[in-house]
């Protein structure tokens, strides 16, 4: 059993300001659990939120900066478990942006959902990035830049 959440949304506006709330530490701790960033490949940082024991889940995630092509793509590390050193998810998000007609598409792929108890996970986190980026991102968006 696997599942990928693949998701877009159209501002607008041009990559490069898209961009900057992804990259940006100052606009990302407005809208990202993501507390502590930098946009380098090889950075690590930790995001913590409510454990959720029944989900054998500490609240503890764990992202790693995979690849930067700016202006296009950023992609890192999501994993976690349900204590430090124990992995039980081991996933990748990557958002990519495409100059469109006129503003920019900004697409998000969160990979690498595998079993059972990983697909439910999986399912969770898509209404979450969707709350997260229509609400959260474009409140940071247009409060940085409008």
Request: charged letters at 25%.
């Amino acid at each position: 059993m696997k599942r990928d959440i693949k998701l877009k949304w159209f501002y607008p506006y041009p990559p490069e300001m898209i961009w900057e709330c992804l990259t940006n530490p100052e606009i990302l701790r407005q809208w990202s659990p993501m507390k502590d960033f930098k946009p380098e490949i090889g950075f690590e940082c930790q995001t913590q939120q409510k454990a959720r024991p029944a989900q054998n889940w500490d609240g503890i995630m764990y992202h790693k900066i995979l690849e930067i092509e700016p202006l296009k793509r950023l992609s890192y590390s999501f994993k976690g478990g349900p204590k430090p050193g124990v992995t039980t998810l081991d996933t990748v998000v990557t958002w990519m942006l495409e100059p469109k007609d006129g503003g920019t598409e900004l697409r998000l792929e969160h990979t690498g959902f595998t079993g059972p108890k990983n697909m439910l996970t999986s399912f969770i986190m898509e209404m979450g990035w969707k709350k997260i980026v229509n609400k959260s991102l474009k409140k940071a968006f247009e409060a940085h830049f409008l």
